[in-house]
């Protein structure tokens, strides 16, 4: 059966697989959705005698059905080979009562590579499928994560420029450093004065703006995205939680059938609607417990049915998470919608006009299986502590996040279904936070002397990532205004 994909904002256009990643939006500012989640077809028992990348393949092909045996294939060999440090890609570590799925072992230590080290393979293959002879530019926001990964993921590949907006006061310095001291001839790295929503509207507005996609055309060029609301992010993120099923059917936690829980960090809502497409998919899941920072609007929505972005924008230890306007929520909307893409185009028109909207009752029974939680600072800097003291695991501020928001839940509920947390980061990624959280006495030490302490405290290696920053030169310094993304962008392309 071919899958195809619609806008969550237009039930009547149809695209194919490959096409939906090309473009990354739909002309009408929707998402691609597919039309129908397919079952998986295989046995979950005998998932666990399969790879990293064997799940991969039984996962991706029944969503990216355009791409034949060979192309995916090749796209998931390209990806998730030596990049990743751990021969298992995603590992898990059983601590405090839960699993973390450690979904940081690619080239910049954050759970973006999962996606975002097969993204270029798959766009560049779709492209081809799809006789496509112009560049493509890709036009990303980043809080931080997507940036890096994309930028790694994009450097050098053939065909492509990339172009990362970044909030200049957003991200945490070693963020801030891996991204400006980005290689490549085809990539640029421009902070913006303003925060992550700031960039995520600038670049949503470009994707939308007609005339300058027909300047683009006629100069060779077109855009597409590498953030989370491309459908080539979201399928190869179903992956990890049918893999981490099917490795604690190998190890014994569960048997297949099972139900587990599942707990992810969660920001612009792409990671854990991968955890709801593979319970759609057929993947036995229990509960979504999506955990938020102090930017809590997801958990006031769970709670509500009232998503309202008007609130004050806060700077976490978290920062990839910290965000006011999850894009992915929009395609759980249009699903709990009865797949209505009116109703849902009116909830985001009133979303951008008024800052909120609010869903139907009957729309609030297709979020049971959600619970929403959140952790304030305090919350976070005590469970990394109480973690480090008590399993001596040390884990990054998102994940902590999570790891708190589980704590709560447990014992709130008392259920004791197996749980994956989906850990998000590596510490290294957020030495400072992290190493605080343990003793507020290290603030005084440089951001290498931490990492060579948490290297002490841990036993864990020091990234390569890591290591390729401590004496890696600046390359790009560009700051600009939120307002003048556009001219930004067309100065770089020379249009
Ligand atoms: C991006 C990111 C998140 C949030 O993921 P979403 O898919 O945007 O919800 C959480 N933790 C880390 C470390 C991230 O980089």
Do not use: W
Request: aromatic share 10%; hydrophobic share 40%; glycine share 6%.
């Amino acid at each position: 059966m071919d899958i195809m994909y619609k806008s969550t904002r237009n039930n009547n256009e149809k695209v194919t697989a490959s096409q939906a990643i090309l473009k990354g939006l739909a002309d009408d500012g929707g998402l691609y959705v597919p039309e129908t989640l397919p079952a998986l077809d295989v046995d979950l028992n005998d998932l666990k005698d399969m790879s990293y990348q064997e799940v991969a393949y039984v996962v991706m092909k029944q969503l990216l059905t355009d791409f034949t045996e060979e192309e995916l294939k090749y796209c998931i060999g390209q990806a998730y080979d030596k990049k990743f440090d751990n021969p298992s890609i995603a590992p898990m570590k059983n601590a405090n009562g839960a699993y973390f799925l450690e979904l940081f072992h690619g080239s910049t230590i954050a759970f973006k590579d999962m996606a975002l080290s097969i993204l270029p393979y798959l766009l560049t293959t779709s492209a081809k499928k799809n006789n496509v002879n112009n560049e493509i530019v890709i036009l990303t926001a980043t809080s931080g994560d997507t940036g890096k990964a994309a930028l790694a993921g994009f450097a050098d590949v053939p065909g492509t420029k990339i172009i990362v907006f970044y909030p200049k006061s957003g991200v945490s310095p070693i963020q801030e450093k891996q991204m400006i001291t980005q290689r490549g001839n085809n990539t640029y790295v421009v902070g913006i004065h303003g925060n992550f929503d700031d960039a995520q509207t600038g670049v949503k507005n470009m994707f939308n703006d007609k005339e300058l996609a027909d300047i683009m055309d006629k100069a060779g060029y077109q855009f597409s995205s590498a953030n989370s609301i491309n459908i080539g992010r979201l399928v190869p993120q179903i992956v990890y939680y049918v893999y981490a099923y099917s490795r604690l059917v190998k190890e014994g936690s569960i048997k297949a059938g099972d139900k587990i829980n599942v707990v992810v960090p969660t920001g612009n809502f792409g990671n854990i609607l991968a955890s709801y497409y593979a319970k759609e998919m057929g993947l036995p899941i229990n509960r979504f417990i999506c955990a938020s920072n102090e930017n809590k609007v997801l958990f006031d929505f769970f709670e509500t049915g009232c998503y309202d972005r008007n609130r004050e924008f806060i700077l976490t230890s978290s920062p990839s998470m910290d965000i006011l306007i999850s894009s992915n929520l929009e395609r759980l909307i249009y699903k709990i919608a009865g797949n209505d893409a009116e109703a849902n185009k009116a909830f985001m028109e009133s979303l951008s006009a008024e800052g909120r909207y609010e869903i139907t009752d009957k729309m609030k029974s297709g979020l049971s299986d959600f619970v929403g939680g959140y952790a304030t600072e305090e919350d976070t800097r005590n469970i990394i502590s109480k973690i480090y003291k008590n399993d001596n695991y040390i884990i990054d501020t998102h994940t902590a996040v999570a790891a708190y928001v589980y704590e709560q839940y447990v014992s709130r509920t008392k259920d004791s279904t197996v749980t994956v947390i989906a850990s998000t980061a590596s510490p290294y990624k957020f030495t400072r936070s992290v190493m605080n959280a343990i003793d507020s006495s290290y603030d005084s030490k440089t951001d290498f002397e931490l990492v060579d302490e948490l290297n002490r405290l841990s036993g864990v290696a020091v990234p390569q990532a890591i290591e390729d920053i401590r004496t890696a030169p600046v390359l790009h310094d560009t700051v600009v205004d939120a307002d003048d993304m556009c001219k930004q962008v067309k100065n770089i392309l020379g249009i």
